[in-house]
């Protein structure tokens, strides 16, 4: 174990994040921290839920009709869904890159 790894803070945090497509589970309760400053990687096969996951950290799923979203997902300690987010904002500071 990397010390300087353990001793970064958590930037994302999700806590039994689910979301579902209409009456299909895409995510279930995913819990996970992601360290400040440490690389992270998703791998899994296709359709096992990486790109999903990673559109609940800018919210762009926000923009599929039918998406029902449950659970936390906090970046810098900031609950992401509340009310008072503004999502624009959240977009400039969580870039995607697509393969």
């Known amino acids: 174990d990397d010390p300087a790894a353990t001793a970064a803070p ?3 945090e999700t806590r ?3 979301l579902h497509y209409g ?3 895409a995510l279930k309760d ?5 360290k400040e400053r440490v690389v992270t990687a998703f791998i899994g096969p296709s359709g096992c839920g990486k790109s999903t996951l990673l559109r609940c950290f800018n919210r ?7 998406v029902r979203i449950t ?9 992401i869904h509340a009310a008072n987010v503004d999502v624009i904002e959240l977009r400039k500071r969580v870039g995607m890159v697509f393969q």
């Open 10 to 12: 958590d930037l994302i």
């Open 16 to 18: 039994a994040l689910s």
């Open 23 to 25: 009456r299909s589970q």
């Open 30 to 34: 995913i819990s996970l921290r992601i």
């Open 60 to 66: 762009m799923n926000d923009l599929i009709d039918g």
């Open 71 to 79: 659970g936390e997902c906090r970046i810098g300690g900031e609950e």
